[in-house]
């Protein structure tokens, strides 16, 4: 396998995500930032930021597959979630466990990083999901 994820001794524990990812492949797969829109660009789960997030995550597997790749070979995945405030935590969650079984989402996570912004490019964007892949 071309990617390795671990959480080395000494670095914060639990966490839902492995600290650090050695990928070893040749060819990388970088998905844009995806979000809660179907094929025709119609908004999913206006307002709802747990169906926002699993519609990204979704969208997400879908970049990778059309290169090839699945969340197995992801290195990193980066989060920009809007007006984001701890309490959100679980309605963020919620919605990657939605769909975890569903698209193969390793457990842990891959490294991940989830990033507060004012806004997205829409107003009624509230989450966008960026992946980074090796394969081969």
């Known amino acids: 396998m071309p990617v390795r994820r671990f959480t080395p ?13 050695v990928g070893t492949g040749t060819r990388h797969v970088h ?5 809660a829109r179907s094929a025709d660009g119609s908004p999913l789960a206006p307002g709802d930021l747990a169906g926002q997030v699993a519609h990204a995550l979704r969208n997400t597997a879908t970049g990778l597959a059309g290169a090839g790749a699945s969340f197995d070979d992801v290195l990193r995945l980066t989060f920009y979630v809007t007006h984001w405030a701890p309490e959100k935590i679980d309605a963020f969650m919620a919605g990657v466990e939605e769909v975890a079984g569903e698209l193969g989402l390793p ?6 990083s989830l990033i507060g912004v004012d806004h997205l490019f ?7 999901v960026e992946a980074t892949a090796v394969v081969d």
Not at 10 to 21: K, L
Not at 107 to 112: M, T
Request: hydrophobic share 40%; no cysteine.
């Open 122 to 128: 829409e107003p009624d964007v509230l989450v966008e």
């Open 31 to 35: 998905v844009s930032g995806q979000i």
């Open 107 to 112: 457990v842990p996570l891959p490294p991940s």
């Open 9 to 21: 001794e000494g670095m914060m524990q639990p966490t839902p995500y492995a600290h650090v990812a």
